[in-house]
T-cell receptor
Framework: GENVEQHPSTLSVQEGDSAVIKCTYS??????FPWYKQELGKRPQLIID?????GEKKDQRIAVTLNKTAKHFSLHITETQPEDSAVYFC????????FGSGTRLQVQP | DGGITQSPKYLFRKEGQNVTLSCEQN?????MYWYRQDPGQGLRLIYY???????QKGDIAEGYSVSREKKESFPLTVTSAQKNPTAFYLC?????????????FGPGTRLLVL
């Protein structure tokens, strides 16, 4: 089955800096790659996604890049704010979501 | 997200007891999923169903059972065979129309063992 690895497990940045989270996947048939943000005790919320026929997608301060050949994709958050602090999960989808282990992002004011 | 409900919010299980977690959606989605999340960990797939009256095991199905008798409902039973059931359980649904890959999550049920 699919295996998704996510790095780093924790990330601390200063407010206004950029944050980058990286994921790799194993199943070349996976064709959809969402990113979720989860605040403590809450459900995961979709923040951005990318399909396998696209290399990059942006939504305001958030961007995702996909390299299908290398089977890795990354989340980029620019101009980080304290409210960006949360756990971020990447996932790869073929029939169901396979999640990475999560990255705890802490934005220091 | 608002179209998926889970109940109860908290559930307590005694030793040897089966408990059932409810998941309902009014999004007319064909596919539904159950995930388990342990503290500080990612989400792991328990069971999923892509259509009524059909379901498939996920990565950690042992000790769990499901049914899919109605499109809008996908209850999860945690049986006494699941020896370590304490976790946060999340239900999700997804439309299977073109471009409908996005999964939407319910608010979750936190299961605790007494």
């Amino acid at each position: 089955g699919e295996n998704v690895e996510q790095h780093p497990s924790t990330l601390s940045v200063q407010e206004g800096d950029s944050a980058v989270i990286k994921c790799t996947y194993s199943d070349s048939a996976s064709n959809y790659f969402p990113w979720y943000k989860q605040e403590l005790g809450k459900r995961p919320q979709l923040i951005i996604d990318i399909r396998s026929n696209v290399g990059e997608k942006k939504d305001q301060r958030i961007a995702v890049t996909l390299n299908k050949t290398a089977k890795h994709f990354s989340l980029h958050i620019t101009e980080t704010q304290p409210e960006d602090s949360a756990v971020y999960f990447c996932a790869a989808v073929r029939r169901a979501l396979t999640f990475g282990s999560g990255t705890r992002l802490q934005v220091q004011p | 997200d608002g179209g998926i409900t889970q109940s109860p919010k908290y559930l307590f299980r005694k030793e040897g007891q089966n408990v059932t977690l409810s998941c309902e959606q009014n999004l007319n989605h064909d596919a539904m999923y159950w995930y388990r999340q342990d503290p500080g960990q990612g989400l792991r797939l328990i069971y999923y169903s892509q259509i009524v009256n059909d379901f498939q095991k996920g990565d950690i199905a042992e000790g769990y059972s499901v049914s899919r008798e109605k499109k809008e409902s996908f209850p999860l039973t945690v049986t006494s065979a699941q020896k370590n059931p304490t976790a946060f359980y999340l239900c999700a649904s997804r439309g299977t129309q073109a471009g409908g890959e996005t999964q939407y999550f319910g608010p979750g049920t936190r299961l605790l063992v007494l």
